[in-house]
């Protein structure tokens, strides 16, 4: 019992200022700038959510400071996956019959929860790549204000192509069902591309995406579905207002047009010659591969053979089959790799899949936790807040038994997650 207010008062100020007190995180192993020599032993200080400073050693924690314990493991910079759809990962038949069923609010929900399963796999930071309904946009705003957790997220609002091309959500669909499709992210001349990517900016959109060819998930197919002239637009005007451009594209003929007309990144990039390699290194144009959409559909297809229509079903087969072949000639050719999953396409929570399929395809570990860290930050314009452990930088800390560069797998199970200064997941 407290004998006064004063008393109160005193307890619950010394209270606030433990847990004030910076915090001191020892770890066995620091991978602190992935692409530079593993630290061994050392004291990472946390103070407000940021990283004040790296030290040698274990450096013992002033009177009132907490430690966090990680002596036997490695510890890494917070994750980055480069492209996302948080909206949902629901699929195929199922993920057509929900968007009829389920409302805006309840996705929104949704978003909440696969971006916290996303947090907890250790993945800090998100690029999400298109939703309707300004359902993420809404989660990184309430992130933002602390309503909620959730990692850091760059925003695309909505994706934007041609009528009837991939982000066009009328295609397939009978004609008495096109009227409840908005169509504000769809366009057609230049002119009309510019106000297209506008009106996402105008929504909040950190980044730009558009589709110069079809989709797998559509049954749109590989074809160009993009004049140049539309495409720079789009590039030049998200360029104009500061906004990076991620550009879908699986043809050949896409991703040159996409590289041609200054895309930041090309995502998927399926199909690949020695044109596209020399265009994409001259204009340092990064890749994200997004290899584990074949997991999503593997996974999918083996609990319901008809988890998608024919149509649909063969492109599957396709990207299936191919998956990975880009990534053997991009690496070799010094292509700059970020990376990102399509999660959505695969699962949230299981983000880190994709290291395993990175390797399989010709990374080395140490390049395919660079392009999870370095990499994805530099590409995401958030390389001074993140990506490293440095100070100044916010306290994005993961941590691993095992050694990761050795065997990648290790990263598929956090036993230490901060964002921010927050701890998500406790050793």
Known sequence: MFRSVAALAASLLGATSA???????HAGKLI?????????????????????????GHVPAPEGSPVID???RTVLPGLIDAHVHL???RGGNEGLAAAMTDSVPLKAHEAYWNGMKTL??????????????GKVLALKEASRRGWLMAPRIIDAGESISTTGGHMDGRVGLADHL???????????GPDDCRRAVRRQIGRGADVIKFATTGGVNSGTGLATRMDEDEARALVETAHAYGRKVAVHAHGAAGIKLAVRAGADSVEHGTVMDDEILKLMKEKRTFYVPTLSTVNGYLERLAANPNAYPPAIKAQIDWRIGITGKSLQQAYPAGI?????????VSKHGRNADEFELLVKFGMPPAEAIKAATVNAAELLGVDKETGTIEPG???DIIAVDGDPLADVRVLKAMKFVMARGQVVVAP
Do not use: W
């Open 19 to 25: 847990l004030a007190a910076p915090t001191y995180i």
């Open 70 to 72: 990680l002596k036997t």
């Open 32 to 56: 602190a700038v992935p692409g530079q020599p593993v630290r061994g032993a050392s004291t990472i200080v946390v103070d407000d959510g940021r990283i004040v400073s790296v030290l040698e």
């Open 87 to 89: 909206a949902s990962d």
């Open 120 to 133: 907890r796999a250790g993945f800090t930071t998100v690029r999400n790549l298109g939703d309707d309904g």
């Open 178 to 188: 096109h009227g409840a499709y908005d169509t504000e992210n769809l366009c057609d």
């Open 393 to 395: 930088k916010a306290a």
């Open 336 to 344: 700059r790799i970020a990376y990102g999953t399509d999660a959505g």
